[in-house]
């Protein structure tokens, strides 16, 4: 993403949705883009109806819709509108958390699409990820350093924890773009390999938590993806008897509106504030998923 940015020079800001991933507007800010937050929705993605009252205005060069939680968006007619508002406007389709697609074609009106297998994503390899996209770009070099990556982590957490600005400059070496090591037939490959045995793994955990948590607080199907997703009133309630019993389970990204550009969410903040995901991967079992069930169950 930071090459198509950085390679197309855009001369407008694009919308990003409040719920993002850091990673994004950090991206941005490196690439000499400008961007604006688009609150949330009950969808729990960015809200299509703000998003075409802002495209209204002309200002914008693109938008980066989010797949919320790993959910695949049906976006077909939302993008239509907005090409239909401006054709020349660049459309990031990031589905960075969604189950990995191996094709080459692109969405319809998309001009770039965003897959990951990073850390904790659905195929978790810790390194690479993969786009298609519409054009070309120009390759703009950057500086990265690997312990400046490492402090650029600690202090992103300790924004999102402490709710308070990033300060950084927009040029800090943190991104690290550099080549896989190994050819593009044998990074598709290894996620083809894996794909098949991570669902049927996933399959197994989320059928314990289907089954034996309340269905008031469950997300629904298209949620279970990458984690499964509940929404809990009394959320630190609930993690603290989690951890206590020697479990684990992770929260949201907060909104990072306020982060980077010092404005309110309103969705976005309280929605962060009672999303849980219980994990249904590598690292956890079906012993631990039962076991975590009958503790949530317990304090809710």
């Not at 961007?35 to 693109?62: N, P, R, V, W």
Request: contains cysteine; glycine residues 4%; aromatic residues 14%.
């Amino acid at each position: 993403m930071y090459n198509y940015l950085s390679g197309n020079h855009f001369d407008k800001p694009f919308l990003l949705p409040a719920n993002v991933c850091p990673v994004v507007p950090l991206s941005f800010m490196k690439a000499g883009v400008g961007f604006e937050f688009i609150d949330i929705d009950e969808s729990h993605a960015m809200s299509t109806e703000k998003c075409l009252t802002a495209i209204e205005a002309g200002k914008y060069s693109g938008l980066v819709f989010v797949h919320a939680y790993g959910k695949k968006y049906d976006n077909k007619e939302f993008y239509r509108a907005v090409k239909s508002l401006d054709p020349n406007l660049c459309i990031i389709d990031d589905c960075c958390l969604c189950i990995p697609e191996l094709v080459d074609s692109l969405p319809e009106n998309v001009d770039l699409c965003l897959y990951s297998t990073g850390y904790a994503k659905f195929i978790e390899l810790s390194y690479g990820g993969y786009a298609s996209f519409r054009g070309g770009y120009e390759v703009v070099d950057y500086q990265y350093d690997s312990i400046s990556e490492q402090k650029h982590s600690v202090y992103i957490r300790k924004c999102l924890l402490e709710n308070v600005r990033y300060m950084l400059p927009a040029d800090y070496p943190w991104l690290d773009a550099s080549n896989l090591q190994m050819t593009d037939e044998e990074y598709f490959d290894i996620i083809e390999r894996k794909l098949p045995k991570v669902i049927a793994e996933k399959e197994k955990i989320n059928k314990i938590y289907r089954n034996l948590l309340p269905e008031s607080i469950q997300m629904g199907d298209d949620f279970q993806n990458w984690r499964f997703m509940i929404v809990i009133e009394n959320r630190q309630k609930v993690l603290d008897a989690i951890f206590k019993a020697g479990l684990f389970a992770g929260t949201n990204f907060p909104s990072v509106s306020y982060m980077f550009k010092g404005v309110s969410s309103p969705v976005a903040e309280v929605e962060a504030k009672h999303i849980v995901n219980l994990f249904n991967d590598f690292r956890f079992s079906e012993a631990q998923a039962r076991k975590i069930c009958d503790v949530i169950n317990s304090v809710i």
